[in-house]
């Protein structure tokens, strides 16, 4: 029998990346647990190839009129809903056979809390004799919001290696311990005999070397492999100095910014490599570069320490521009970065005061010189449809991106639980009405980008992107094209398709889409807005990716 199970709820949603997935979390606190001399099994919901189609909730079926037609043109979004993982009949069955006293639910974000509540409900149903506690971002967040959920016995807050060793030990010793007993653990949300409910502040682990190293080997690393090599995650640090008002993880969210030292990175680059025989590693790190002086000596120590041909490197949560270097850019292409993911937010002054963060495109201009002179590829990140922000100001973020050696990555904003402007949705009376909807893929705001505008910009991106990879590949596609609309595509290739499609979208500004049989038919989208990019991009000397 297993003291301690732990679970990765299974993702609902439009699509799912599951190289962002690996439940590191999990494996920390496994370490701990084992540590303390508890036995653990990991329980990954999403380590499975099993993907089936769902109908769409009630709520999304707004998503229809933007999503509802099936599109295999290279500017395709989102389509079919589903469900990715295993079942919930699948997973309460295997907690069942744990005979686990304690079922540990992993919860990081709002909008697939859904998922870790039935979870928790199919888990009680399967094995009644367990207690389950909740913990992540969301139950940190909102602890009140899972607490409802009669199924749960316990939340946690902050960070598990901290509290749950302590309530493990507590339930095993005594199934029905008195309140002043649970109240002694940190982070800890618990119901009280009188009914009310009992909400600790959040526990933070003071010194991160502290810890055992990640339990990987309790994960199903094999599902993870990335381009025939085994893949990885590592978090050299947590929480963020800065203080972004999107961020749930920033220095006014309450959690502290601490980082690991060298010889602890080191060490698990070493056993992740060792273990899963990673080719790929990447930094889950909120602000990685921040701190110029540590993390120059990793990339130095990481050309002593791993021999060629070393994993690739990558920090996909996004680089600081302004922390980025020559000599720092030229360390980490040594080091194993083949592709920078830079956060730029936006070009808007206005817009940058409201999320509080410097100027960005000095350091990104420079950033991308820099990483086109050492061969790097980079993807430049901006954000769209946040309170009070402008769609015609995303625009120009789009046509900034244009003229510049890098793929355009647009992010819609949704409102994170714990951030700043979180409580501003919530004064301004604009949060989705579920927490379901928090989430990129729904589209959650209409406040000064309507959700029209919001899907057009996402369009836009991906035929900005598509015209840059033609343009890498010496394709001529006719920018000035008056050549006719026609009623169907039957060319024999996606890229001539495309190729077609986006001639037709630079004579009329409308974005369509080809069914599976070859017929053509034409997005809703925002005329205003796709009008004001094919103007732009006539004034524009568009560049590609990479470098000629």
Wanted: charged share 20%; glycine share 8%; hydrophobic share 40%.
């Amino acid at each position: 029998m297993t003291d301690v199970l732990m679970i990765q709820p299974p993702v609902r949603d439009f699509y799912f990346t599951a190289k962002r997935s690996i439940p590191y979390g999990l494996a920390c606190i496994a370490a701990s647990l084992n540590r303390h001399g508890f036995t653990v099994k990991i329980l990954d919901g999403l380590a499975t190839s099993k993907i089936r189609n769902i109908p769409l909730p009630a709520e999304m079926n707004y998503l229809s009129g933007f999503y509802g037609k099936p599109d295999i043109s290279p500017f395709a979004l989102f389509h079919q809903y589903k469900h990715f993982g295993y079942s919930f009949e699948h997973i309460g069955t295997q907690a069942k056979a744990s005979g686990a006293f304690l079922v540990g639910i992993s919860s990081l974000f709002s909008a697939y809390s859904p998922e870790a509540i039935e979870t928790a409900e199919v888990v009680k149903t399967w094995l009644p004799s367990c207690k389950i506690v909740i913990g992540g971002h969301h139950p940190t967040a909102l602890p009140e919001a899972v607490m409802a959920c009669s199924a749960i016995d316990y939340a946690l807050r902050g960070e598990g290696e901290v509290s749950l060793p302590i309530l493990t030990a507590i339930l095993k010793a005594d199934k029905s311990p008195s309140d002043a007993l649970l109240t002694s653990v940190p982070g800890l949300v618990f119901r009280k005999t009188d009914g009310s409910l009992h909400v600790a502040k959040p526990a933070w682990i003071a010194d991160l070397d502290d810890q055992p190293m990640p339990a990987m080997q309790l994960l199903r690393m094999d599902y993870y492999r990335r381009a025939n090599t085994g893949a990885s995650v590592i978090v050299a640090g947590r929480g963020c100095p800065m203080v972004c008002t999107y961020c749930s993880l920033s220095q006014k969210s309450g959690t502290p910014y601490r980082r690991k030292s060298l010889e602890n990175v080191l060490s698990e680059i070493e056993q992740t490599i060792e273990s899963t025989g990673a080719g790929f590693i990447d930094f889950e790190d909120e602000n990685l570069s921040f701190d110029r002086k540590w993390f120059m000596a990793l990339l130095s120590a990481i050309l002593v320490r791993f021999p060629v041909p070393r994993p690739e490197l990558r920090a996909m949560n996004g680089l600081f521009p302004a922390s980025l270097d020559k000599d720092m850019i030229f360390a980490m292409k040594l080091a194993g970065f083949k592709t920078l993911n830079l956060s730029l937010g936006t070009t808007s002054a206005v817009q940058l005061r409201r999320f509080n963060r410097p100027n960005m495109t000095g350091a990104f201009e420079k950033a991308l010189d820099l990483a086109e002179h050492c061969g790097l590829s980079t993807v430049g990140y901006i954000i769209v449809a946040a309170p009070y922000q402008s769609p015609f100001e995303s625009v120009e973020d789009l046509l900034y991106l244009a003229s510049l050696r890098t793929l355009a990555g647009v992010s819609v904003f949704y409102p994170s639980p714990g951030s700043a402007d979180y409580d501003l949705c919530r004064h301004l009376k604009i949060l989705p009405g579920r927490l379901s909807l928090m989430r990129s893929s729904a589209l959650p705001l209409s406040h000064t980008t309507s959700r029209l505008e919001s899907v057009t910009l996402m369009r836009l991106g991906r035929i900005l992107n598509f015209m840059k990879a033609l343009i890498d590949l010496k394709i001529n596609f006719e920018m000035e094209s008056t050549e006719e609309p026609v009623s169907d595509l039957s060319l024999n290739s996606r890229q001539k398709r495309g190729i077609r499609l986006l001639q037709m979208f630079l004579t009329d500004g409308k974005i369509r889409g080809i069914g599976p049989d070859g017929s053509v038919y034409e997005h809703e989208i925002s005329t205003a807005l796709t009008q004001r990019f094919r103007k732009g991009l006539f004034a524009k000397k568009i560049k590609g990716v990479v470098g000629s």
